[in-house]
């Protein structure tokens, strides 16, 4: 009926009205201000939430309480996953004493050897560098990942919320950065292992004995 349709139009009048009162001014200065305290806004969550600071914006908006977040997700990451898997490449777990003798008989080749040649340790150490790259690799990973959720929850706040194109795109925007950081960490990660491979320090004190391996 005409009455019934006059009160919907009313009524959806008075919703378009109050959201344009939620706008606040709309001159272009104005809304350039608004998008700029939302974008630096954005960026200070987004630093609160790994640094642990009080979150900008929305005072009812605080860290987590269920869960590990942000932040602190990253440092159980790195003492509770990674740690741990670092400590379980145990160097000499899978390497009996004639394994090592197997190994040193062929470094020395034709003609056998008196004394244990150095490219023995070497190889054996070179062998379990090379462990340390599925967890490593995994730690970034998470990390990574990690740091991808945070992009949404940094960007729950209502100066943002009002430019819902824009908040597709800064979290587009940073979530490409992050995975171009990722490659960038990755290859940094290979190259301090591929270091570490190039030369194996055999004069370190952990060579003498202290694992009990004779030959």
Do not use: W
């Not at 001014?25 to 939302?38: F, G, I, V």
């Not at 899978?94 to 050897?113: F, K, S």
């Amino acid at each position: 009926s005409l009455p019934t349709l006059e009160r919907e139009v009313a009524d959806a009048l008075a919703a378009k009205r109050a959201a344009l009162r939620d706008l606040g001014d709309q001159t272009p200065e104005a809304k350039r201000r608004r998008l700029t305290e939302a974008l630096l806004c954005f960026c200070e969550r987004y630093a609160a939430l790994i640094t642990g600071a009080p979150l900008p914006a929305d005072a009812a908006t605080t860290h987590a309480t269920r869960e590990l977040s942000g932040g602190a997700r990253i440092e159980s990451i790195f003492r509770d996953v990674f740690g741990p898997e670092v400590e379980d490449c145990a160097v000499l777990d899978d390497l009996g004493p004639a394994d090592i003798q197997t190994l040193v008989r062929n470094v020395h080749g034709l003609g056998g050897g008196l004394f244990t040649p150095d490219q023995a340790f070497v190889q054996l150490v070179q062998r379990n560098v090379r462990r340390l790259r599925v967890p490593a690799t995994r730690c970034v990973e998470l990390v990574h990942a990690e740091l991808l959720k945070l992009v949404d929850a940094a960007g729950d706040f209502h100066a943002l919320a009002v430019f819902p194109a824009l908040r597709t795109s800064v979290a587009a925007l940073v979530s490409a950065k992050l995975r171009e950081s990722l490659e960038a960490a990755a290859g940094t990660l290979k190259t301090l292992i591929d270091m570490e491979l190039s030369r194996i320090n055999i004069a370190h004190p952990d060579f003498v004995g202290r694992h009990g391996v004779g030959v």
